[in-house]
């Protein structure tokens, strides 16, 4: 579109014959979806997007996890574009800098807990994990213990697409292509007490202290002098918004802090507010050495990602590293500090962490409570404003339905024809929506979740899987 009250430039067939033609989308199969067509998105305001039919969606996913301060937020359209005119772009790589990208370090450094005083920046999160599986293995290196190469992370973990994101992820499809995991790089299973605690009957507690407790295993395995560094995302969230007992987490730093492990919090998704806190980290007690950031800092405006480096490591890099031989031609992007300071001063003005922790993130607990009750709802989770629903054929037992079903999809096929988003994964239906959300429109959100949740509900009861 020209502006958004002006007619589309082409119609939606016609951006779908060209989407076909020429663009491969991430995650795809790409012949099917050149089958169906895919939806246009064509503009946005605060939760809301509209598509080239016209149609409004609820966008209980922040776009992908990203849009923290909503859409249509004019401070960081005209940072970007004062910016833009100002100095589109210089690099940080020969002794230079550019003031955004020095405003937004000292920024990041006083909203981060006080370990954090200094930033390594990049693209995007994977970049940033990249970066992560660089800078501790050089740390071990430039301490005399260059043997110190493996990173410990967990089964069903997202972590990005690049190869280092996608070894320290924990998806076996990721795996599958590609000759992944790299080398260097292990697993160990994931605090989920649906999937494994539940089974073995021990309550919630019990089982984090047990999942944490695989981290030691794994360390006595290898060799405690062989392990560089522990990653692992607060909240887990591609993997299904997978909340870990409050046990979990003070039990994996007392590991780490025992065996001087370091203890890397990806953050791409939990920060910036979406937990309540600042960082994910703040919200289940841990004391991370590093941590992964990108989405959140630009509420998705702009491209942007990195790592907070802690005292402990930036010490030793600074004091004695020498040169660190990593960089992207985007690290500290001009345009993107602009927009992301724009970003996080408006997270400040609007208090947007305390209104996740003190109104709406309660308010939402309140809501899923409710939707636990739903004949398909075994379990119902939130932390701040991320919600997990597992979906079950009986709810009494906890039996799920078999896989091929792939009822989830079922499921958000309902969302998806009721104006709203919400991800399945596997039969975990998932929502993380902008920060500014209000108490009414949490109601609105609740209401189309139970409507496709009926809707659901009578598909299964008039095909017979309930049985
Ligand atoms: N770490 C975490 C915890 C993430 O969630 C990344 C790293 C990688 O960030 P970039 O910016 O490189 O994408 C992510 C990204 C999904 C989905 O299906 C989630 C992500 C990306 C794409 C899809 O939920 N998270």
Redesign the pocket.
């Known amino acids: 579109m020209n502006t958004v009250t002006e007619k589309p430039l082409r119609s939606t067939q016609q951006w779908q014959a060209a989407d076909a033609a020429h663009f491969l989308h991430?995650?795809t199969d790409f012949q099917s979806l050149a089958k169906k067509g895919s939806r246009i998105i064509t503009r946005a305001d605060n939760i809301y997007l509209w598509d080239s039919e016209g149609h409004k969606i609820l966008d209980a996913m922040s776009g992908?996890?990203c849009v923290n301060v909503g859409y249509g937020q004019r401070a960081l359209v005209d940072a970007a574009s004062r910016q833009m005119a100002e100095l589109p772009f210089y690099n940080a790589f020969f002794q230079t800098a550019t003031p955004p990208a020095i405003e937004l370090a000292e920024l990041l450094a006083s909203v981060t807990p006080p370990q954090f005083q200094h930033v390594f920046f990049s693209g995007?999160?994977?970049?940033?994990?990249d970066t992560v599986v660089r800078m501790v293995r050089r740390y071990w290196d430039v301490l005399g213990q260059p043997q110190r190469q493996v990173v410990i992370s967990r089964i069903n973990?997202?972590?990005?697409?690049?190869m280092a994101?996608a070894s320290l992820g924990g998806m076996s499809g990721m795996h599958a292509q590609g000759g992944l995991p790299i080398p260097g790089i292990t697993h160990i299973e994931q605090p989920h007490w649906w999937e494994h605690g539940r089974k073995l009957g021990l309550d919630r507690e019990g089982f984090g202290l047990m999942a944490a407790g695989w981290l030691e295993q794994k360390i006595l395995e290898i060799g405690a002098d062989k392990v560089a560094a522990f990653i692992g995302?607060p909240v887990q969230?591609?993997g299904g918004v997978i909340v870990p007992p409050d046990s979990y987490w003070p039990e994996i730093q007392r590991i780490c802090d025992k065996y001087g492990i370091l203890l890397v919090s990806?953050?791409?998704?939990?920060g910036f507010g979406r937990t309540g806190q600042w960082f994910g980290c703040e919200t289940v007690g841990s004391r991370p050495d590093l941590m992964?950031f990108?989405?959140g800092v630009t509420s998705g405006y702009v491209?942007l990602?990195g790592v907070m480096v802690g005292e402990r490591v930036a010490k030793v890099l600074i004091e004695q590293g020498g040169e660190f031989a990593h960089g992207y031609t985007y690290s500290g992007h001009p345009v993107a500090c602009a927009v992301a300071l724009a970003n996080i001063r408006l997270i400040q003005q609007l208090k947007l962490v305390e209104h996740v922790r003190d109104d709406v993130g309660p308010y939402l607990a309140e809501q899923f409570r409710g939707l636990a009750e739903h004949p398909l709802v075994g379990e119902a989770q939130t932390c701040g404003l991320m919600g997990a629903l597992q979906l079950v054929k009986d709810k009494a037992s906890g039996t799920p339905f078999p896989a091929e079903l792939e009822f989830g999809m079922v499921c958000r096929g309902h969302c998806f024809a009721n104006g709203l988003i919400m991800?399945a994964?596997g039969d975990r239906m998932i929502i993380a929506p902008p920060l500014v959300i209000t108490r009414a429109q949490v109601d609105e959100m609740v209401a189309l979740i139970r409507r496709c949740l009926d809707l659901a509900l009578a598909d299964a009861q008039r095909a017979g899987w309930l049985a």
């Open positions: 991430p995650f992908l996890w995007s999160g994977s970049e940033g994990n973990a997202y972590h990005g697409s690049t994101g995302e969230g591609a990806d953050e791409v998704i939990c992964t990108a989405k491209p990602g991800r994964v």
